[in-house]
């Protein structure tokens, strides 16, 4: 099955949230599934972000990020946008 994770943080942090959505998504993995990982970055340095995102090794349909910005469309519009330009994925 092809899952998306959809997120509106950083999907690696240190809560108790994060650490079991890794370990259900390991074992997703380990089960044959494919995963990609849609999320909001928040930081400055979108190649670091993506670059430590990738070396976790469990997102391997793909990583995406939508920029945070203040006075742009809500998360649901992003997400709805970045859904309908690549309607083939998922």
């Known amino acids: ?4 994770f959809v997120a509106y943080y950083d ?7 994060e650490k079991q959505a890794r370990g259900l998504f390991r074992t997703l993995k380990a089960q ?8 909001v970055n928040t930081s400055e340095n979108t ?6 995102l990738e070396s976790c090794d469990i997102f391997d349909l793909g990583i995406y990020t939508i920029q945070h910005q203040e006075h742009s469309y809500s998360l649901k519009a992003k997400i709805f946008f970045w ?5 083939a994925l998922y």
């Open 1 to 4: 099955m092809k899952i998306l």
């Open 83 to 87: 859904l309908s330009k690549n309607p």
């Open 32 to 39: 044959g599934h494919q995963i990609a990982c849609l999320c």
């Open 47 to 52: 190649e670091d972000f993506i670059a430590r």
């Open 11 to 17: 999907p690696l942090g240190k809560g108790g949230f």
